[in-house]
């Protein structure tokens, strides 16, 4: 009789120890059409993601869009890729090692585990090295400040689903958003001010963040609300008037009216309104991507400056960031309260 529950390691008791899931969204493992084309019929498959009816997207989705949109997705993910690899998998590995680093300074022996939600190397993939290690504690910290159900809560489905196949489960905690963190906020604003330390501080900052199709909002998805909080914040923070800044959303996919004002349109419209010089940033994107790299700094550059203006500086995402580092350990820590997180071994499983 076959089991649907995966047997467990076996061999000597390991020390319980804690883990922290760094997950972030996912991406192809290359540039190139077959690649990007097997992360997206995962990514698109997930109805968190997409919320048409299957019987309806399927066929759309396999008899249309996989087969012309990896193609155009494979160049944009070539223009961006670091030697390295993809840069989202490069700035998420680093932050991994860093939080970790960080916490062993401070004195918490914390296994960091990167993860993406779609593509490599996968949630259920890094649980199953961290319960080789002996993890019994998991904190499951998405790399998404502003909660959506598209995002935040298709990984606590993905974790779910490891869960609902394993015979013994540790002890799970997710963090659910952190949208108005000071230290995350503190980290935005610290970005912001080393740009205008080398380019001036320009007219409008324009905070970009990825959209949602508006009908999700209307059905109690907050992450408008998370969005627009994270900016006023933000804001706030650099004494910023409501003149000085602009929040926009990006990335719409498809045929539905999504959250506005759509970030390329609104940059056309302030080059048109005699706007010569512009700041983006991200803040919804602790890690550059594509949707940072090739959408904003090339798309909207291109499309700013075509429209007459002059000056585009592109804020990178927070990356590697000393204080934005720091600031994931404040978070970790917040979360990790009442668990064994020191050198000393605790009582074998």
């Not at 467990?8 to 319980?16: A, F, N, T």
């Not at 804020?315 to 990790?336: F, K, T």
Request: hydrophobic residues 40%.
């Amino acid at each position: 009789m076959v089991s649907r529950f995966r047997p467990e390691p076996l061999g000597q008791p390991l020390p319980d120890r804690t883990g922290i899931l760094l997950c972030n969204l996912g991406t192809p493992d290359a540039p190139t059409t077959a690649a990007t084309r097997r992360y997206l019929a995962e990514f698109l498959s997930d109805q968190r993601v997409v919320e048409i009816p299957p019987l309806v997207w399927k066929p759309l989705l396999h008899g249309v869009i996989l087969r012309t949109r990896p193609a155009k997705s494979a160049a944009k993910y070539r223009s961006i890729w670091m030697p390295e690899g993809s840069p989202l998998a490069v700035w998420t590995e680093k932050q991994a090692k860093l939080l970790r680093g960080t916490l062993g300074e401070a004195g918490h022996q914390v296994l960091v585990r990167p993860a993406m939600r779609y593509g490599n190397p996968s949630i259920a993939s890094q649980l199953d090295a961290f319960k080789a290690e002996g993890v019994r504690r998991v904190l499951v910290l998405p790399l998404y400040p502003q909660y959506s159900a598209t995002t935040t809560a298709s990984v606590v489905d993905a974790v779910n689903a490891w869960c609902a196949s394993a015979r013994d489960i540790p002890e799970i905690r997710f963090v659910r958003s952190y949208h108005r963190d000071p230290g995350y906020i503190q980290a935005l604003a610290q970005s912001v001010r080393k740009q205008w330390q080398l380019d001036g501080r320009a007219p409008k900052l324009v905070m970009s963040f990825h959209g949602i199709p508006e009908r999700n909002v209307r059905l109690g998805d907050p992450y408008q609300q998370h969005s627009q909080e994270t900016a006023r914040l933000l804001a706030a923070e650099l004494g910023l008037t409501d003149s000085e800044y602009m929040l926009t959303f990006q990335s719409r996919f498809g045929k539905a009216k999504w959250l506005e004002p759509y970030t390329e349109p609104s940059l056309i419209a302030l080059a048109q309104q005699g706007l010569r010089h512009v700041q983006v940033m991200c803040p919804g994107f602790p890690a550059d991507c594509l949707e940072t790299l090739e959408e904003i700094n090339q798309e909207v550059r291109e499309a700013f400056v075509h429209a007459g203006g002059q000056q585009f500086d592109y804020i990178a995402c927070l990356n590697d960031q000393p204080r934005w580092i720091q600031a994931l350990r404040e978070l970790a820590l917040q979360h990790l309260q009442g668990w064994d997180t020191g050198t000393a071994p605790s009582q074998p499983r």
